[in-house]
């Protein structure tokens, strides 16, 4: 009896976690988080994570467009492997990390990029740039145990059905239990949380009417038409 409502408790968490795009409270990304990106970059590596916040009016689920808002010249792709967190914490240790992981998904960071290059030289804010709608799209919950090592794991972008962006996740500089252990110091991560963990080299814009597809490893990939506000 006890081992079946275990069984029961955990079906039912991983149902909850399925739906992380309607309850989840913030999305969190980190920037400058592949090795190859860095090296191509011509920059120093990161000491600690580079993090940023979306808002959740970003996500944008298959069966509907991108779009792109007018205010912006030039919006860049990006893929990322997304952690969902399952289980509320605060200040926690590298070492427990991932005992807060409740799944994963596929994601992208549409970042404007002419948005962002105007506030890193005023030192302003990535906000505007980083979290306009549609600006985070993601496939369906990955459960935690269909991925073994999320630190092997290859990804792909293609746009109109050239590939742009081919990488894994054993290239990240700063590794999934870092994130959420250096992010945990400054904010109580809750279920639902989405940890964004940065994108391999070749992120570049696109424009309305593109195709964009992307994949992580067998286990999920995504299609998305671009259209123009």
């Known amino acids: 009896m006890v081992l079946l409502s275990r069984s029961l408790m955990a079906c039912q968490r991983t149902q909850d976690l399925a739906n992380f795009v309607f309850e989840g409270k913030k999305i969190i990304g980190v920037a400058l988080n592949y090795m190859c990106a860095v090296k191509a970059r011509n920059v120093p590596v990161p000491t600690v994570p580079i993090v940023f916040i979306k808002p959740t009016t970003s996500y944008l689920r298959e069966g509907h467009p991108i779009v792109l808002p007018k205010v912006f010249t030039k919006v860049a792709y990006e893929v990322e492997l ?20 409740g799944g994963y998904c596929l994601a992208l960071d549409l970042t404007a990029q002419c948005n962002l290059t105007a506030a890193r030289a005023a030192g302003g804010s990535w906000t505007l740039g980083k979290g306009f709608d549609t600006a985070t799209p993601v496939s369906r919950f990955i459960p935690k145990d269909a991925i073994e090592d999320p630190h092997m794991l290859p990804l792909w972008l293609k746009v109109n059905g050239e ?3 081919k990488g894994c996740t054993a290239d990240l500089v700063f590794k999934v239990p870092d994130i959420i252990s250096y992010v945990s110091k400054y904010m109580t991560l809750e279920p639902n949380d ?25 286990l999920a990939t995504m299609k998305f038409n671009v259209c123009a506000e």
């Open 194 to 218: 989405l940890l964004l963990t940065g994108t391999p080299h070749g992120s570049d814009a696109f424009q309305a009417g593109d195709l964009i597809e992307c994949g992580l490893a067998d």
């Open 163 to 165: 590939i742009k962006q």
């Open 82 to 101: 997304g952690v969902v967190i399952g289980t509320r914490c605060k200040n926690v240790s590298k070492e427990k990390a991932m005992e807060f992981v």
